[in-house]
């Protein structure tokens, strides 16, 4: 017989933690200028690209954040797990933070984790509905929309007109995502052929 997952609403408990550190960010404004990711200081303080994750600069940074890893990430936990949710989250917020020591010489924010969760997603559902540009249109319609929208933000960076978003985090934690959600999707239907 089958057993059911317990879902567990950890993309809920997470943005409550998300919600919980940004009020401790405005009360001791030191946490923001000691945990978030300086390009410069990485190779003394490495822990740097896990804690800029789970800070933001800004109420609307956050309220933005906090929506898109409710929505996404609660699809992604249903499909994989608890324990795979967080996995990905942490690891493609990771792989964020060191691209986007690369490119800036500060940044924050757990966008390139929330990147990754899509990124997985839409490898394990891609023609679930999602919105884009104000219009609903399947999963994989609206991350080609808003990688495109990144790659000419990065491109613009790279060009000398910075825009305050980290898009080369962005990109890559969106890309690690997929190759986690690859891997994934691989195990998911390997299980479905064991349990029929």
């Keep these: 017989m089958k057993e059911r997952k317990k879902f567990r609403w950890v993309a809920l408990k997470l943005c409550l933690v998300l919600l919980a550190i940004f009020i401790l960010q405005i009360i001791f404004p030191a946490i923001t200028e000691n945990f978030s990711l ?99 249109m399947p999963l994989i319609v609206a991350v080609i929309i808003w990688m495109l929208a990144d790659l000419a933000g990065f491109s613009s960076f790279l060009q000398g007109t910075p825009g305050g978003i980290a898009n080369a985090a962005h990109i890559a934690g969106l890309f690690s995502g997929i190759a986690l959600g690859i891997v994934l999707r691989k195990g998911l239907r390997e299980r479905k052929m064991q349990e029929r």
């Design 38 to 136: 300086t390009a410069s200081e990485v190779w003394e303080k490495p822990w740097l690209l896990l804690s800029a994750i789970f800070l933001h600069g800004s109420i609307t940074h956050l309220l933005f954040n906090l929506f898109s890893l409710f929505l996404f990430g609660s699809f992604l936990e249903r499909k994989i797990g608890a324990g795979r949710f967080i996995f990905v989250f942490l690891l493609t917020g990771i792989v964020a933070s060191v691209a986007a020591s690369f490119f800036y010489s500060s940044s924050l924010g757990a966008s390139g984790a929330i990147y990754g969760a899509i990124g997985a997603l839409v490898v394990i559902s891609p023609f679930m509905p999602a919105f884009a540009l104000g219009v609903p």
